[in-house]
Every structure is written in C-alpha cells, then in structure tokens.
C-alpha cells in the first residue's frame, strides 16, 4: 500500500507527523509492503503548517491515479465557533498563520486540491483517509454527502450539515473512506489502516515500538443496524 500524505497551507502537524510515522513504521516492518510519502496539490514544495510556522516538504504532487491511500489532514489555527460554516471564497487572499481553523479548511477549496481528491474518491483502487479537520475539507467540497464520518468533537455539528452521517467515534471505516476524529486520532487511524489493509500482527508490532495503546471505538460501516436504544 502507497500512502500519499496531503499538505496544505496551515495544515496541523500531529495529523501527518502520527500516521506518517505510523505508516513509514509499518512498511519497515512488513518489508516494505507499505510506503509513505508527503504530497501538496501544487507538486514538490515548502508548505507552512498553522502551528508556530513548522515547515514540511512536499515531496510530489498528488497523483489521485495512483492506488493506495490518500490522507487529508486538518488545519491548525484559532478555533471557529461549533458549527461555524466557511465561506468558500475566504480563501482569496494570501495565507497568514494564527486565522480560524474554519477559514484554513475553506481556503483549501481555492485550490486545486478539491478536483484532485473528487478523482480519488472516483477511484476503485483508492482509500481516502482523513484525521480531524481533514473530513471537513472533503465535507466542504461535496464529496461525503450520504456517507459515514467522523472529525474533531467540535466539528460533528459541520459535517452533518452538509449531509454526512456524522459519527462520534475514534476511528470510522465507510469502506473506501476511513476517517479519525481529533488530532491524536491520527495514531489510531495509522494502526487500524495498518490492521486492515497489512494485517494485526504487523499493527501490533508498530503499536509496542510506540509504546502506544490505541483507544476509543472504531465504528464499520457493515452489519444490520441497531433498533432504537
């Protein structure tokens, strides 16, 4: 499994940084049956995260052809109000640290970035991923309508507003869309991919070199639905 990492600017870093590292691990451990690389819309490039001005590289450009995964983070800034919605056309002026995570999010459909992930989504041989913020980035441009997800706990109010069936839960696996809710749910997002597409015993071994225990429940999309409770 290839897995391509989106950055964008004023992306938050613990939403790349845990499941890249996650991931890079476990092609370490699978002998390479999984490899991992940081992407950006625009191609090769410098892109400034939204906390404290950390810088990450972009080594390609995304490419939504190719098969594997597909990773979108959230943004890192001053927290909007719940369920505040963005103006799609906030993003006509420069980028400037220390804006509303809701106008980072909203700024990214200026870009080209909303075509490319619509091609992935349309793409049988991609997975499309996202921890926190990154859900309302493919809320926003219309591709979750009807589907599960979930995001940052202040964020469930937005994505059902634009028609996801949005889940409070820790990890939520829709099939070919997999998402994670607030920023350290990037950890568990890796692992469960790694589960899923590697298998247990390699998510395990990742798991025990970062001393980490997942956490939370990790919902599927399968299975009859439960009567009122």
């Not at 490039?45 to 810088?55: A, F, I, N, P």
């Not at 505040?84 to 909203?106: K, M, R, S, T, Y």
């Not at 309508?145 to 829709?174: F, I, K, N």
Request: with cysteine; net charge negative.
């Amino acid at each position: 499994m290839h897995a391509q990492i989106v950055l964008f600017d004023g992306f938050d870093p613990l939403d790349v940084i845990a499941p890249y590292e996650v991931l890079y691990a476990g092609g370490t451990a699978s002998g390479g049956a999984v490899s991992v690389e940081l992407v950006s819309a625009e191609g090769p490039r410098e892109v400034v995260s939204g906390t404290g001005g950390l810088v990450l590289r972009a080594t390609a450009a995304l490419d939504p052809g190719r098969a594997g995964l597909i990773l979108v983070p959230g943004a890192s800034g001053r927290v909007g109000e719940p369920g505040e919605v963005p103006d799609h056309d906030a993003g006509a002026g420069a980028w400037q640290q220390d804006e509303f995570i809701p106008v980072l999010l909203g700024r990214t459909l200026t870009t080209e970035l909303p075509t490319m992930l619509t091609a992935a989504m349309e793409n049988p041989q991609v997975t499309v991923g996202a921890v926190c913020g990154g859900s309302l980035v493919l809320a926003m441009a219309g591709l979750l309508e009807g589907r599960h997800a979930t995001t940052h706990h202040m964020g469930l109010d937005m994505l059902d507003a634009t028609g996801v069936h949005a889940v409070s839960a820790r990890v939520v696996d829709d099939g070919d869309l997999v998402t994670g809710a607030g920023v350290t749910s990037g950890l568990d997002l890796g692992l469960y991919l790694l589960e899923r597409e590697v298998g247990p015993q390699i998510a395990h071994a990742v798991e025990e070199l970062f001393a980490h225990e997942r956490r939370g429940t990790v919902w599927c999309n399968r299975g009859p639905a439960p009567a009122g409770v």
